[in-house]
């Protein structure tokens, strides 16, 4: 039976994320202090202490799930992961799981991409929703049939579990498309309070900076395989790994596919590393047959 560790994405955050870890944990408490001093400024105190607003601005919530996520892998004794994979933002903490990026690299990288990300949502009004209990290829046809119809962006974003799909968008064709799902039958289809189209053509700005950053950064052979958002399947090549975390940013975030695969490739442990549980109960929607534990 294969080890997989995945990481967390955007929206696991809470204030006193990391307290226990910071406090208890000398290697884990070693990745906080090097991330201040990276960063230029005191992220650790907004962790700890920050508001639920302060730590919702993209700028801060990236790099501070990461290093969260990258303490907590680190904290463990000896991990010996056979694959790994993240949630979006969660790809970054899972490549210097593998050995793929150095974390200072790899926090320059996230702090890059979580700035161009949120200047990408202040340029234009955009959105997501989530959509539940209706099928994939249904709402792949109505995010087509709006688009087509009215000239606006929506698109699928997260494909997070079977019967949730979230979509990214313009402002009104996400509300367009959210009606239309409804009369198809979904569940519900909610819109969600991020700050901007992620995952969709909006972030074309955002892209880039990041690939600009990525193209100057040293990427090294993982000692196991990612399993990339955009592609779904185990990735060794540092060159292809490049080139999928730059698509990462305009593509769709493949999950449930990407646990599918790696299900296929003998994985029957799963540990989530990071804020939160949200992994650890996608997983159990989308593989019931494997177990999942988490470090938080």
């Not at 870890?21 to 202490?49: M, P």
């Not at 949120?118 to 099928?135: D, I």
């Not at 053509?201 to 990041?210: T, V």
């Amino acid at each position: 039976m294969k080890h997989a560790y995945i990481f967390p994405g955007q929206g696991s955050q809470f204030s006193g994320m990391g307290k226990q870890l910071f406090d208890t944990n000398s290697t884990a408490r070693r990745y906080f202090e090097q991330a201040n001093e990276i960063l230029g400024f005191d992220i650790t105190h907004v962790l700890f202490n920050g508001t639920e607003e302060e730590l919702r601005q993209t700028r801060i919530t990236q790099p501070a799930i990461f290093i969260h996520s990258v303490a907590a892998f680190a904290s463990l004794t000896n991990p010996q992961p056979d694959m790994v994979a993240g949630h979006s933002l969660g790809e970054f903490s899972a490549l210097v799981a593998n050995g793929t990026l150095q974390f200072e690299d790899a926090l320059r990288l996230v702090s890059i991409r979580a700035t161009a990300m949120q200047q990408a949502c202040e340029q234009a009004p955009s959105s997501m929703a989530a959509v539940l209990a209706l099928a994939d290829d249904k709402v792949e046809a109505i995010c087509k049939e709006v688009q087509e119809s009215t000239g606006e962006i929506v698109v699928p974003a997260n494909y997070n579990c079977p019967g949730q799909l979230v979509i990214s968008g313009t402002v009104h064709g996400v509300a367009t498309a959210c009606e239309r799902m409804k009369e198809a039958g979904a569940k519900r289809a909610l819109v969600l309070p991020v700050g901007g189209a992620f995952h969709s053509p909006l972030m074309a700005s955002a892209r880039e900076q990041l690939s600009a950053a990525i193209a100057n950064t040293a990427f090294q052979t993982p000692v196991c395989p990612v399993y990339q958002n955009v592609v779904a399947q185990a990735v060794s090549d540092p060159a292809q790994i490049r080139t999928n975390l730059i698509e990462q940013l305009t593509g769709a975030v493949k999950w449930t596919q990407c646990v599918q695969a790696m299900v296929a490739a003998g994985a029957g442990h799963f540990t989530e590393c990071g804020p939160g549980k949200v992994l650890q109960g996608l997983v159990q929607k989308i593989a019931k047959e494997v177990s999942v534990d988490g470090v938080s």
